[in-house]
């Protein structure tokens, strides 16, 4: 049988706020599921909840039990990393639980590996707070992935990186997924990012799950601009999908009353490009 990722009516508080409220969802593992929604509108949050940060109401399982977190790599947002360790100490961290009095062979060889996947053998020696905001991203992502997670939850890991970056660090989830059958569950705000790479997208809405489904299915003009108040275009592009081409921000009078009118999702008129 699959792990699967349980959510029951899940609901949480905030100071006085309730930032999530009721989410229901099942999602199995072997695949990337891309959580989206607007700023505010409760991704970190339930983030953390799921990754045992924050107290909930309601009931969060893995393969039916309460999650035990030994089984999960967390990468919360802005984790910037102080400590002077080096980089090839602070990945070989992801494996404290593992790791008895000696570091061995394998642990430094996996270290070595992972180094290489993600490009950053060149910084190996390095002490990780002298490195740039992107390297770090990396750094830490690499950490994560040290410890093998069976539920990978990163939450905005590639919003410094670079587009090329951002691209190799999707292409190691991906191969990731397909050699372990993990389950990734990463908060994104890039959309087009997150219909290419998603296999289930999740939007997030005023603490309310909005929708769920593939990038043709989630992200529609009519969600956009009810859910993000932007005026965007869905572009065809064969085969490799369809892209969203934000055009302009609706005024605040109007995000309220955005009506989702299916029949103005896709402009075909638009040039395709090549
Ligand atoms: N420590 C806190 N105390 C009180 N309210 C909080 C706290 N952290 C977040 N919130 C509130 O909870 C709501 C959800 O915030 P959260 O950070 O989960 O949203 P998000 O979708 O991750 O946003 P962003 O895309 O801006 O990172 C917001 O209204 C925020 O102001």
Redesign the pocket.
Known sequence: MTDRLTLRNVSVN??R?Q?IDRVSLSLHAGQIVALI?P???????LLNTIAGSIPHSGRILWDGMPVDRKCIGFMP?NCAVKAELSVLQTLLLGRHEQLGWRIGDHDIDAAGRMLEEFGLKHLAERCINTLSGGQQQLVLLAQRMMRQPRLLILDEATCALDLRHQLVVLDRLRAYVKRTGALVLM?I?DLNLAARNGDTLLL?HRGRLEATGSGAEVLTSARLRAVYGIEAHIVEHGQHGSFILPVSPLAESTILTAALSPQTNTLSALPQAS
């Open positions: 905030r100071g706020t930032v929604g700023n505010g509108a409760g991704k970190s949050s947002q908060a705000h997030l």
